[in-house]
């Protein structure tokens, strides 16, 4: 038997699965009710920076602007080059945490949000939050591109190993081979 991919459609939800040699290896279920659009990446217009509030409001296509807190934007956001800068792991996948909040953590930017961005600027986004209600969706600058195996960090360099691979040989060794394809970004 070989690999297939499944694709069941019903009015409310499509189904996708990948199953090798009879063993179900990932499986997709989208629903049309509740469609999100977390981890989609934009190229968005900034409309309006509140140094007041250290956020600003970025359009993105929707109906509603988009929220975009100086926590997390790159301290880089506004260079032609591509440099990288050390985050922990939480600011780049995002807390589990569910708040309006702005992050209030003392490790993240110390530069007020004028000075990163400016009106009329495009920046490169991907929505941390749905937007929900009378508020519009929430923004990082922190891009993230998880796939089967790996998460690509195209805007920051780290090198991370998930922890529930418990064998430090197997960690060493899943690190070594990524230092030799030398990605540009970092990897998890």
Known sequence: MSAEILINVKPHETR???VDNGTLLDLKIERKTSPTMVGSVHRGHVIRVLPGMQAAFVDIGLEKAAFLYVGDIREDIDS???PFS???REDVLGSEQESD????NS???KTPIQDMIKEGQYILVQV???PLGTKGA???THISLPGRFIVYLPTVR???VSRRIESEEIRENLRHMVQKINPQGGVI
Do not use: F
Request: aromatic share 8%.
């Open 128 to 130: 941390a939050k749905d």
């Open 101 to 104: 909040s702005p992050p209030t």
């Open 107 to 109: 490790h993240h930017n």
């Open 16 to 18: 996708v699965a990948y």
């Open 158 to 160: 780290h090198l991370g």
């Open 80 to 82: 032609d080059s591509y």
């Open 138 to 140: 929430r923004l990082t």
């Open 86 to 88: 050390d985050i922990d």
